[in-house]
């Protein structure tokens, strides 16, 4: 494939089950999988979730919790427990009911 031919990627099915696991996903997409994955359960009355975003050097944490911040489904998060991954995973519950607005 030369330079100026791109790659077209087939869309990932992801699992909505509560558990969004950030390891695999390009911290770019971030920031529309989020609240796409919040929307997605909320249509499937899934209000309380679990974000992995690791532990590192607290990049991707911050963008996850600054995201979950402006949205207006989210009613509470924080960080989980030790046994529920620690500050490599935050918890999140989110408002039932219709689709809001994303933005705060």
Same mark, same amino acid.
């Given at each position: 494939? $030369?330079? /100026?031919?791109e790659?077209e990627?087939? @869309?990932?099915?992801? @699992?909505?089950d $509560? &558990?969004l #696991?950030? *390891?695999? !996903?390009?911290p $770019? #997409? &971030? %920031? &529309?999988?989020?609240p796409? !994955?919040?929307r997605?359960?909320r249509?499937?009355g899934?209000?309380?979730?679990?974000?992995i975003h %690791?532990?590192?050097?607290g990049?991707?944490?911050?963008t996850? *919790? =600054?995201?979950?911040?402006r #949205?207006?489904?989210?009613?509470? !998060?924080?960080?989980a427990?030790?046994? =529920? $991954?620690?500050?490599? /995973?935050?918890l &999140?519950?989110? =408002?039932?009911g219709? #689709?809001?607005?994303?933005s705060?």
């Amino acid at each position: 494939m $030369g330079p /100026a031919q791109e790659l077209e990627l087939e @869309p990932v099915e992801v @699992p909505i089950d $509560g &558990v969004l #696991d950030l *390891h695999t !996903y390009r911290p $770019g #997409d &971030v %920031g &529309v999988l989020v609240p796409e !994955y919040l929307r997605a359960c909320r249509e499937r009355g899934i209000l309380h979730l679990r974000i992995i975003h %690791g532990k590192g050097r607290g990049a991707l944490r911050k963008t996850v *919790h =600054a995201l979950l911040e402006r #949205d207006s489904r989210v009613l509470r !998060y924080g960080l989980a427990g030790p046994d =529920a $991954g620690g500050w490599g /995973a935050t918890l &999140v519950t989110i =408002a039932p009911g219709g #689709d809001l607005t994303p933005s705060r």
